[in-house]
């Protein structure tokens, strides 16, 4: 295995995260099913996102950026994550948010939108629609604070890019050398795809560790076609901008849309009653948006066919808690 050659980087998370085996589940589905807990790579930094975050806030410090601006829906972890990072590295932050209210931002504060008040983020609020079209929203808070005098960097939603992939290249790195720790070599990896940019990073770091395990993602929204062009992009300008010698084509993405149930960050009442399940037996608390979808489905397909992963499973536990906590009313009702 040839040495990795990673961009600068500045130290945000915590890590390496632990990997744990479930007891419950591995016995209840027959399979040695493990999880690795990214949802412990900090408490207000917890998730995927920082590990993408430690790549990007380098970027933007070499680019002598004082404001990071970046968006997310109204309960983004990944924005969350940004205007807390860019507290504790002394920059500001601005939040473009996605909501459905009629005007918009008409959501609670709580979970991540608490957060990002809590620590001043400034929230600016835009429409479904907007949204869409949110290259426009960018340009013009880049003119208005280049104008103001600020120095803006511009990450996309999830910071899912060819900076952000470097995030979960180094996970595979790490999990590479637990593997060696714990004398155990899985043969898949699950996680919840959102952005594409955990999955970039996945694909990327397999190749570059040397790691066997196949890559299986679940998408929360959207479809497999969707994921397949945007991971492939990102997979591609990573390869140019950093000089990967890896080959690398579309048909080995393994993307399974068939999860998302009623969309985004909308629950069906057997995701809530899984979630629920996984806390009241291994104690790992699941989030309604992607990690209760993503490992509804793997568990889904395990029941219909035992190995369908392999012998040796790894859940990529992604974070978001805060999600979680801003959702209690979907499950609240099914907790007597
Ligand atoms: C953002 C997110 C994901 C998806 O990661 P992407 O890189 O955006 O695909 C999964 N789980 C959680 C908890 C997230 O916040």
């Not at 690795?36 to 002598?64: I, P, W, Y």
């Not at 890019?161 to 180094?170: C, L, M, N, R, T």
């Not at 793997?298 to 992963?309: E, N, Y």
Request: proline share 4%.
């Amino acid at each position: 295995m040839n040495r990795i050659n990673y961009p600068d980087r500045v130290k945000l998370a915590s890590m390496p995260t632990p990997i744990v085996r479930l007891n419950h589940w591995s016995r209840e589905l027959g399979v040695d099913l493990y999880v690795k807990h990214d949802d412990r790579t900090g408490s207000d930094l917890s998730g995927n996102k920082v590990r993408k975050l430690e790549f990007h806030f380098a970027e933007a410090q070499a680019r002598g950026c004082d404001v990071v601006v970046t968006c997310g829906g109204v309960q983004s972890n990944h924005a969350r994550a940004t205007a807390i990072a860019a507290r504790q590295l002394g920059l500001d932050a601005v939040l473009i948010l996605r909501s459905r209210t009629t005007p918009p931002g008409g959501e609670p504060v709580d979970g991540n939108l608490f957060l990002d008040r809590l620590v001043g983020a400034r929230v600016v609020w835009v429409t479904p629609d907007e949204y869409r079209s949110r290259e426009a929203v960018y340009e013009r808070l880049d003119a208005e604070l280049r104008l103001a005098g600020r120095t803006p960097y511009l990450m996309p939603e999830g910071g899912s890019d060819e900076v952000g992939a470097w995030g979960y290249i180094a996970a595979v790195e790490e999990i590479a050398a637990q593997e060696s720790e714990m004398g155990v070599r899985f043969d898949a990896i699950v996680h919840a795809v959102g952005s594409g940019g955990t999955t970039a990073g996945l694909v990327l770091g397999t190749k570059l560790a040397g790691v066997g395990a196949e890559v299986r993602g679940f998408a929360v929204c959207d479809d497999t076609a969707y994921f397949v062009s945007r991971v492939m992009s990102i997979v591609e300008r990573t390869v140019d901008r950093y000089q990967l010698r890896i080959p690398f084509s579309s048909n080995e993405l393994r993307i399974d849309d068939r999860y998302k149930g009623v969309g985004y960050a909308l629950s069906r009442p057997e995701e809530i009653s899984l979630i629920k399940s996984a806390a009241r037996t291994d104690g790992i608390i699941l989030d309604p948006v992607y990690t209760g979808k993503a490992f509804f489905g793997m568990v889904d397909l395990i029941r219909a066919d035992r190995l369908s992963f392999g012998r040796r499973v790894l859940f990529v536990h992604t974070g978001g808690i805060f999600g979680l906590l801003a959702a209690t009313s979907d499950v609240v009702p099914s907790l007597a």
